[in-house]
């Protein structure tokens, strides 16, 4: 089925590691994104990419870094220097349709915790 | 800059209730309107959206209409149901591949 696929769905880390959360979409989109979500809260921009080998960040990029050496995968590594890294990471890829405008598909999203 | 501002919540309904969820954006040219729906520990899922002005999108029995006169795009169902119960985001796109969402309004349904 296409969609969008985000890895593990939860995960723990450990003061000072450094963890990566996949996500892959088989959808052919160009552009992707990463979004956190505190609880109860709405989302805020970590990265964007539009395309392959190269990357914005958003609004809230410190403490984080991805890459995107694949159209289909688009990681995100949460560092020790995010001093704060416990919500729960969402994933989404977006298609321009010169028909339709441009819509963006979410993934099922990662929590992280720290322990 | 662009911007959409919606209802705060919680909103608490009847089940069979009539439910309006406000939406209202700040945007230059013609943008593209989204609402989309979060269940709980889930990623967000389009319901419906429009395009271009006086543009009606409905899906599941909601429905919303695209009134650049009013800078608007309330979602509306006429019958809620518990299994409505969840957050929702109004949200626009206007330069490709930017999007802008709203903070969220969360609703729950009571039997």
């Known amino acids: 089925d296409g969609g969008i696929t985000q890895s593990p769905k939860y995960l723990f880390r450990k003061e000072g590691q450094n963890v990566t959360l996949s996500c892959e979409q088989n959808?052919?989109?160009?552009?992707m994104y990463w979004y956190r979500q505190d609880p109860g809260q709405g989302l805020r921009l970590i990265y964007y990419?539009?395309?392959?080998?190269?990357?914005q960040k958003g609004d809230i990029a410190e403490g984080y870094s991805v890459s995107r050496e694949k159209k289909e995968s688009f990681p995100l590594t949460v560092t020790s220097a995010q001093k704060n890294p416990t919500a729960f990471y969402l994933c989404a890829s977006s298609i321009n349709d010169r028909s339709f405008g441009n819509t963006i598909y979410f993934g099922e999203g990662s929590w992280l915790t720290v322990v | 800059g662009d911007s959409v501002t919606q209802m705060e919540g919680p909103v608490t309904l009847s089940e069979e209730a009539f439910l309006t969820i406000n939406c209202t954006y700040t945007?230059?040219?013609?943008?593209?309107l989204f609402w989309y729906v979060q269940y709980p520990g889930e990623g967000l899922q389009l319901l419906l959206k429009?395009?271009?002005?006086?543009d009606k999108g409905s899906n599941k029995g909601f429905e919303a209409t695209y009134r650049k006169e009013t800078t608007s795009f309330h979602l509306e169902k006429g019958s809620v149901q518990v299994s409505d119960s969840a957050v929702y985001f109004c949200a626009l796109s206007n330069n490709f591949n930017k999007f802008y969402f709203g903070s969220g309004t969360k609703l729950n349904v009571k039997p």
């Open positions: 429009a395009t271009k002005a006086d």
């Open positions: 990419s539009q395309i392959v080998n190269d990357f």
């Open positions: 945007a230059t040219g013609y943008p593209s």
């Open positions: 959808l052919n989109h160009d552009a």
